[in-house]
């Protein structure tokens, strides 16, 4: 896949499916009309510092999948290599990582309790979806690279160092 058609393919799925689940269910799940429940500027700072730490992470991601893997985070159009740079040096699902700090962010932002419910849906929708479908399908295209890669960077918890790939001898 060239990089024009993988921009395209993953701006798409950005549409799709993160501003749909981190944007719009949020939203339709809140009461839209109303300002930030708290008055405490401290809580409305660091929920909005989620919601911003979130969407850097994933706009950073998705770049990741077209300029490092020449490819999209859509299953139907996956890269052609595996990702393995930037964030995902420190750990393997960095986007789904964001797509639940947006989520957390908007339910401690404005207070809701339905927010905050659908976050704990989210991450376990994700995580079901990560162990038994994604992690195999990586293992199965990328065989021993994603397998050295899986060992040393941890699915969820970011390691405070960066990963580094080994380097093949020739």
């Not at 699902?93 to 849906?121: D, H, K, R, T």
Request: with cysteine; proline share 8%; charged share 15%.
């Amino acid at each position: 896949m060239r990089k024009g058609s993988a921009a395209v393919g993953s701006i798409l799925f950005f549409l799709c499916a993160p501003c749909v689940v981190a944007g719009l269910i949020p939203f339709l799940l809140t009461d839209r009309y109303r300002m930030p429940v708290s008055t405490q500027p401290a809580f409305v700072i660091v929920a909005a510092l989620l919601v911003a730490a979130g969407l850097a992470l994933l706009v950073h991601a998705f770049v990741r999948f077209v300029v490092e893997g020449l490819g999209t985070p859509a299953p139907v159009a996956p890269t052609a290599r595996l990702v393995v740079g930037g964030a995902y040096r420190h750990v393997r699902n960095p986007m789904y990582l964001a797509v639940l700090s947006i989520i957390l962010g908007q339910a401690l932002l404005f207070g809701s309790f339905s927010v905050a419910v659908y976050a704990v849906v989210v991450a376990a929708a994700v995580v079901s979806f990560v162990h038994y479908y994604e992690e195999p399908v990586l293992a199965k295209r990328h065989g021993a690279e994603y397998e050295t890669y899986r060992r040393a960077v941890p699915g969820w918890l970011p390691r405070l160092t960066p990963w580094r790939q080994p380097t093949e001898r020739t």
